[in-house]
Each structure stands twice: as C-alpha cells, then as structure tokens.
C-alpha cells in the first residue's frame, strides 16, 4: 500500500459542509445540472472569467453596473438576466475574453460555501479526467462538495462525485473513510456504463425534461469534453493554468 | 398503476428533517447500528417502554429517581449507567414488564426530532417485513428518517431505509420522488444478498470491530427476527397493538 495516503471524501450538500470541512486543502465543488457544467463550458471556451454571487440581487448590482450577468432559479432563466446556466449560452463566441457574473439555484450557493477552503476548483463529468489527473498530481486532502438541490441530495452530482472519488482511489495514492464517499462511489461505479439512462428516474432530470432542457441534460451528462480546470482566485473563476498550486 | 399513491421518501440525517417533513403523517426513524435494533428487542422481548432522551444528564435524572437508564457515546457504555445500546442487554429476561431509560449518540437523537410528527415507528431491519407490511397497511405519507453518524450520512441506515422504500413501492400503493429514496432503494438492492459482506468498508463498522462488537452487528443486521413495532405515544416507546392508528 501507499504509505502517505491522502483522503478524498464526499459532502451530499452544503447544509453539511461544516460537518466535513477543516481537514481538507482542495475543495471541488460540483453542480453537474448545470451550473459547474456552465462554468468549464465557458472558461474551456474563451470566458476570461465566472463571478459566482449567491443573490439575484448581487448579480443585479453587477449588471448595473455594465457587467454580462446570468441568472437562473428552478431551471429557468430569471427575467431581466442574459441567460441563465445554460452550457451552450456560455460557448457563446461573443462571450470571449469576457466576464460574466452567475447566480444559480444550488452551484453558486455551494461555490460560496466552498470558498474558505485554501484551494476551490469546479468539477463537472466534462472535465472529469483532466481534473482528476490535477488532484493525483496534487496529492493534497480533497473534499467534493456536491451542490445539491436546494440543500437536499441529488443523484447525478453524487455520481460525478462519486467518478472522482474511484479515479483518486485508484491511483492509490488517496483514500475515503466517510460512508457518503463509499456510497458515491459505489453508485457511479452503477451508473457509469450508462449515466443517462440511471438518471432517468432523478428528480432533477424530470424537473429539466418538463423544461425542454433534454439537449443541456445530454451535454451535461458526457463525460471528458473538456480539460478544463477552472479555479476560484480572488472571487472569480478563471482557467488554472498548470503550474503546482502547492508550490503557489 | 394505483391511483391513489402515497409518498415515501428517505432522509439521510436528522440535520436534513427539515427539509423533507411536512408533507408526511409516518416517520420511521432508523439506527440499525444499534439504537433501533435495540429498541426492538426489548420491546418484543418484553419491555414495558423505552423513553428516549437527548442528553447524559436527562439519562441520570431519570436514574436518580429509580429508573433503569442506558446510556451509549461513541459505541460504549457511559460510565454510571445499566448498560448501552446492545440488543442483548435489551432482551434480558429481567427486563420484563419494566421502562428503560436510553440516551444514544445518534437513534435518540433522531426520534427527538422526528416527535413533531403525527406518528413516530422504531425501524430496523429485525422488524423489516412486519413493519413494512404495517405501513402498507396504513397507505399515508411515510417518512423514512435515518439516525446517520452525528449528523452525517450512514451506509447501514440507508441500506434499512432502501429496503422499506423497496418494499411500500412493490406494493404499488406508494411512489417517491426525491433523489435520496432512490439512491437508498439501489443501494438496498445492491446490498441485500449480503449485507454483512458490503457494509465491510463502512465506517461504523470498523468502529464497531475496534470495540469487539461483532456480535451486536451480526444481531443489528439479521432481517426479519422480529414481528414487534415499536411506536412513540406520549413520549415513551411501546408496543404497537395493531389497530389502526388512522382511526385512533
């Protein structure tokens, strides 16, 4: 066995991060239905940068002031805002070299959540690998925070969760001790030869459906499009450029 | 399909009550490892009434005004008390027709909070089927609450709560819809040829085997040794006689 094993566990959702934080250097935060999904779409595109804010209000105040803003709650696109957290707005070519601000029902919120942690980084199943890669080379304590629906559980965040989890394990340099990890891991080693189809009962996946939101479902859902790995710095998500944070 | 389905649906920790109450009549609260499994046995091997407390010091006042008190931090024996929360202590023959006290780390806790609701059962998976069968019975709103580990997600609660989702869903004459009742009813199914075998890894178990407390986990995970339901009324736990609750 490894002799210095590092941890990689499992938080169901923000409601529980102080349960589980204090250990842990690197924070991957994840909102697979959309949010995060967004956020490696855009920067992987061009984006200069995502401002997360938790409010309407806050993204709002950024619009006034010239900024593109985005905003979504319950899956729809907030009146008055650009777009919401559609991936494909976020390729918009136009966007390029741009900032955009984001305010979403469950991923900015965990964002926010996240951000006392020395290291926060945004995972989805499109930058699944190249992210994982990053934190075996780290070989830091990585925490996964999954968004969530309002607070609650979700599957298919558990499930990319979960992808990390198996790849950080199996590189044998990281362990999991927490029954959440073992459980998200466990499921997405269920659900990976089919992802679409084991979401097919989610919650989410109905919720998006009624929307006609099936299309931003199945980019969501692929895994590896992207090697991508955006980073919170100073309040804003931007591209990691591959230097070793630990040397930072 | 029935047409007048009713909701069961699970929540990981006492923490998450809050979100997920409300809309349900039953709540099932759960704590294989060892509260509720303990529960059960003493109140099918003749118990007058178990009465759940929060705290040690609640334990202790009871005891000094000449109850029998039981008292378990962390899986062992709070010093000054009768016993824990091992089954065995429960079923002993000179327990009949007495009340015991008991404060645990988690299963108390859990029924504490789930008191605000019109009817609490004591679950485990020694009364799986009876008390499945019960609830399909009654045909309201189930709430399946797991005790978890100091708040935070467990494997075998989860595994407990997936098997009476399983079961009320067989029936037909029940439906969830949340993320977690799913995950529970996968994981249960993947689990149930052996649960002993795949709660392995989990984290209280390993605590549990430190303590040399193969024996309770063996009892605490044995399906369907039991036909007892335990029920809250007034704040002590009791048999259920099997009237029906919906025209007490």
């Known amino acids: 066995m490894y002799k ?14 102080d349960l589980y934080k204090g250990q842990f250097d690197i924070c991957v935060v994840i909102d697979v239905l959309r949010a995060t999904s ?13 401002i997360p804010v938790a409010t309407i209000e806050e993204a709002a105040e950024y619009q006034k002031k010239g900024y593109i803003a985005a905003a979504e709650r319950n899956g729809e696109v907030v009146e008055g805002f650009d777009f919401g957290n559609s991936p494909f707005a976020f390729m918009d070519p136009k966007l390029k070299g741009k900032d955009v601000v ?19 980084v945004i995972g989805s199943l499109n930058n699944l690998n190249a992210l994982s890669d990053w934190l075996i080379e780290q070989h830091r304590p990585v ?20 992808a990390i989890v198996d790849a950080l394990i199996e590189s044998h340099k990281f362990k999991s001790e927490e029954d959440s ?7 997405y080693r269920s659900a990976k030869e089919n992802i ?4 097919k009962a989610s919650s989410h996946r109905r919720r998006l459906r009624r929307l006609n939101l099936n299309e931003d479902v199945k980019f969501c859902l692929t895994p590896n499009t992207s090697t991508c790995i955006p980073i919170l710095k100073d309040g ?13």
């Open 181 to 187: 990890s073992i459980a998200a891991k466990f499921i």
């Open 102 to 120: 984001l305010s979403t029902t469950n991923g900015t919120q965990a964002i926010n959540t996240a951000r006392e942690m020395d290291v926060v």
């Open 4 to 17: 210095n094993q590092q941890l990689v566990e499992v938080c169901f959702s923000p409601r529980q991060f």
């Open 236 to 248: 804003a998500i931007v591209k990691l450029e591959h230097e070793k944070i630990a040397t930072q």
């Open 143 to 162: 925490l996964v925070l999954a968004s969530g629906w309002k607070d609650k559980f979700n599957l298919e965040d558990t499930i990319c969760a979960g």
């Open 38 to 50: 967004a956020i490696c779409a855009g920067i992987e595109n061009g984006l200069n940068s995502v």
């Open 196 to 199: 679409f189809s084991f979401l």
